[in-house]
């Protein structure tokens, strides 16, 4: 009887410790199978220097940008200093800096200047505004041939009849218009005087580029916060300057008219539709002033990045197709917090091809 006993409890002994193996093999090949391989991807960290200048339109975009991918690529020693597209462009061709801003295309008479090549790479849009300071009116109506005659100084004050007749409910004072106009050779006045010779034509007479001859004694300020910061500070003033200045500057804005007759406020959605009326040439360049559409904004301005196509340091080249790679992928998101519109997906797909044309030469 004992004896059967003992070989009973031998068995179960031997039976609980093959089930305990066998459960102990079953959880670590479970645990084998479902347990992902962690694999890490990490940028190629380039050395590098990028020094840039020009566009003040695009510079808090440029700005929060910068700031970002740094995070990624610690380092590359990237810089903007503004100064203007026309400064941008100058420094671009003599080789002062790697990159530039502008929001205006360089004349083709400048093009021998760049003898590395020349890209354009459109990076956000955003509205020009029309900010005005005039107490008791917070809200306003204008035209182009209104505008132009404004900056002409063909209309004086600011309840001119042509002013009233597009605001018919406004209490406008008698107080002197005080056109404010940019200092600097710039890619905003470039596009507000293009804006003007197609929203009123025979009405602008000035010439239009990144500088005009505009009347000699207008009040005129350096940058987009230089007009930001006069019109803030006169009484009667009004001023073209981009949408996140001015948002900053806490001003007010004028609704504009567009191709359509339809009063449009200056807004990131009004840029877009512009954009989406519009098509990029194949050097990516385009015009959204004045376009089609009931929703269009008509001041709508495109800027780009400019580069060389061709740079000797090969560590130069990586850095700007990473800065520029970055751009149209998380920089877009970037793009509303710093009031601009991103890009259409139209535009993103042909901007990404372009950054293969950067080259080592």
């Known amino acids: 009887m004992r004896s059967r006993l003992g070989k009973l409890v031998v068995l179960l002994l031997l039976v609980g410790l093959t089930a305990s193996a066998c459960g102990s093999d079953k959880k670590n090949n479970a645990s084998k199978s479902t ?3 962690q694999t890490t991807t990490t940028a190629e960290q380039i050395t590098a220097t990028l020094a840039g200048s020009g566009s003040t339109f695009q510079k808090s975009f440029d700005e929060a940008v910068i700031e970002a991918f740094k995070k990624q690529q610690a380092n590359i020693t990237i810089s903007y200093g503004g100064g203007g597209s026309g400064k941008g462009k100058t420094d671009l061709a003599a080789g002062v800096d790697q990159w530039a ?5 360089v004349k083709p008479e400048d093009m021998p ?5 020349l890209l354009y790479f459109p990076i956000v849009a955003a509205p020009i505004t029309l900010s005005y300071n005039v107490s008791g009116v917070d809200k306003l109506v204008l035209d182009g041939p209104t505008v132009a005659k404004i900056f002409q100084e063909q209309i004086k004050t600011w309840n001119d009849p042509a002013i009233k007749a597009l605001n018919p409910n406004a209490n406008l004072p008698s107080t002197k218009i005080a056109p404010v106009h940019r200092s600097d050779a710039s890619g905003t006045t470039s596009n507000f005087t293009k804006w003007l010779t197609a929203a009123a034509p025979g009405v602008f007479t000035l010439t239009a580029g990144d500088t005009s001859n505009w009347p000699a004694d207008e009040v005129a300020g350096n940058g987009n916060t230089g007009v930001a910061t006069a019109v803030k500070g006169t009484s009667g003033a009004i001023g073209y300057v981009d949408y996140s200045d001015a948002k900053a500057s806490g001003l007010v804005f004028a609704s504009i008219k567009n191709k359509a007759g339809k009063a449009i ?3 990131l959605e009004g840029t877009l539709a512009a954009l989406e009326k519009t ?3 194949p050097d990516l360049t385009y015009n959204p002033l004045n376009a089609d559409g009931d929703t269009a904004y008509p001041i709508a301005t495109p800027t780009w990045i400019i580069t060389q196509a061709k740079y000797s340091d090969v560590n130069v080249v990586k850095a700007l197709k990473a800065l520029l790679t970055f751009i149209y992928a998380d920089g877009q998101a970037l793009a509303k917090d710093v009031d601009f519109a991103k890009l259409p997906d139209s535009y993103l797909t042909q901007a990404r091809a372009q950054i293969d044309k950067i080259t080592q030469g």
Do not use: Q, V
Not at 113 to 117: C, L, N, R
């Open 265 to 267: 406020e200056p807004t």
């Open 35 to 37: 347990t992902p391989k």
């Open 113 to 117: 200047k760049y003898t590395k090549g």
């Open 101 to 105: 801003g502008t929001d205006s295309l």
């Open 279 to 281: 098509s990029l040439n």
